[in-house]
């Protein structure tokens, strides 16, 4: 029973050491993402894009706002003179707009973020095949993202900063 034990202790202290010795072996590189993102060719022409199609959703925002402030202030204009059946069939038009109104801000939201997410769609695939290719070519065991203090502490000795590779390699 000793000797068993004690040869389970000399193959753990063994693995032990292997295991630190392989973890002192590992590399890593770091990067923000979105700094590598932002100058990806092509980044700045999606953003164009993406300003001009929020820019004509707002404008149609605005005139289906600016109708239903025009047609809000006819109804309390005349809602003292209006008999019942015009006063409730107003009121109804005016809900019905609201409601519509309403529906197209949230179906227009929907629509600008599925088209930033189609047009991101290539420029991301493209940065992921560039940070896998510098991985690669470095040995890295994985590259990590640094935004929104997703790691608080990287040891210098044993992290590589990979960002203008990165951006290298996507040119």
């Known amino acids: 029973m000793n000797r068993v034990i004690l040869t389970l202790a000399l193959v753990l202290m063994g693995l032990t050491g292997y295991a630190q010795t392989a973890l002192q072996n590992v590399k890593f590189g770091y990067l923000s993402y979105?700094?590598?993102l932002k100058t990806a060719p092509g980044y700045a022409e999606i953003q164009t894009n993406m300003a001009l199609l929020r820019e004509k959703y707002e404008a149609e925002q605005k005139r289906v706002e600016d109708d239903f402030n025009k047609k809000y202030e006819e109804f309390l204009d005349g809602q003292r003179s209006f008999p019942q059946t015009i006063l409730q069939k107003?009121?109804?038009e005016l809900q019905e707009m609201l409601d519509k109104n309403i529906a197209f801000k949230k179906e227009g939201l929907r629509l600008i973020a599925e088209a930033e997410t189609e047009l991101m769609a290539p420029l991301k695939?493209?940065?992921?095949?560039?940070?896998?290719?510098?991985?690669r070519e470095n040995g890295y065991a994985f590259i990590l993202n640094t935004d929104q203090n997703a790691v608080t502490f990287i040891h210098p000795d044993m992290g590589v900063d990979v960002t203008e590779a990165v951006k290298a390699a996507l040119q």
């Not at 695939?125 to 991985?135: F, I, Q």
């Open 34 to 36: 979105d700094a590598v």
């Open 90 to 92: 107003r009121q109804s």
């Open 125 to 135: 695939e493209r940065l992921k095949a560039a940070m896998e290719k510098v991985g």
